[in-house]
């Protein structure tokens, strides 16, 4: 297990997570995808601080600040997804064009 | 060596699941997926000796995000539903970008020197112990994360008061 196989493991992750959040229709497949990207990120910080830095405890403090973060995100995300349901009875982005132009 | 074994174990079953995410069809099934691709996360994370961020990951991810996404589901999606399809040539797209961004990275991680690189410096084990990030969050000091901490505090306030406001009943 070294820097470099942890870091190719979080790149393969943030790109599976990116094909998701390219090809889903349903908005909260879409946001499966980005939690999936933000996971990526996460790893990234503590295998860095694991591997090689001189102030190894700030790489972990940043991933527990991206946690809370993406805890919010996901609240309000899923907030707008409920009202959003609620309006149009349909949550298919392709069919959501209230902010289209 | 035993280590590696698991890491290899671990990590070909966060991609797997990760896979599983974002191509199932039904999307109950990716939030489940979602479940394992998070609990890999935290096994790697204990792996790397970041207990405290492991813990976290578990509460917040699995038992939080994970749990709230398939409510939303369930409130959100009828049954019967037709399976979302997206079109073939949207998919096709995307899987090409996607590959020309992975092999840019592995790329770049390869010039870099990293992937021969063998070399296993780590950190003291307890860069990331309950103690040491408990009294960097609270420092006051230059290297502390107090005012950050603090903001966090303020900004799920923020969060939670928003939510209800988008998502309660037009009208009340």
């Known amino acids: 297990m070294t820097l470099g196989y942890c870091l190719a493991l979080a790149f393969g992750l943030f790109v599976i997570g990116a094909y998701g959040a390219m090809t889903r229709k349903n908005i909260v497949g879409i946001l499966i995808s980005i939690e999936l990207m933000l996971n990526a990120a996460n790893i990234n910080f503590v295998a860095f601080a694991h591997f090689h830095a001189t102030d190894s405890t700030s790489g972990p403090i940043f991933s527990a600040f991206v946690i809370a973060i993406a805890a919010c995100e996901m609240a309000v995300a899923l907030a707008i997804v409920v009202s959003m349901f609620r309006r149009h009875k349909n949550l298919d982005i392709d069919k959501l064009r209230e902010l289209h132009g | 060596m035993i280590a590696d074994i698991g890491f290899y174990i671990v990590a070909f079953a966060m991609l797997v699941s990760a896979i599983w995410a974002v191509t199932a069809k039904n999307i109950l099934h990716s939030a489940l997926a ?12 204990l792996m790397l000796s970041a207990e405290f961020i492991a813990v976290a990951q578990v509460l917040v991810y699995i038992g939080g995000v994970v749990i709230f996404v398939i409510f939303i589901i369930l409130l959100t999606s009828r049954l019967g539903d037709k399976a979302e399809i997206a079109p073939a040539m949207r998919k096709i797209l995307a899987f090409a970008l996607c590959s020309a961004m992975l092999g840019t990275f592995l790329h770049a991680l390869d010039r870099a020197g990293y992937l021969v690189n063998t070399k296993t410096a780590t950190a003291a084990s307890d860069f990331a112990s309950m103690r040491n990030i408990g009294l960097r969050f609270l420092d006051p000091g230059a290297n502390g994360f107090l005012v950050p901490f603090e903001i966090i505090s303020l900004l799920l306030l923020i969060t939670v008061i928003g939510a209800i406001v988008i ?6």
């Open chain 2, 167 to 172: 998502a309660r009943k037009e009208g009340e």
């Open chain 2, 34 to 45: 979602l479940i394992g691709s998070f609990f890999g996360t935290a096994i790697l994370y």
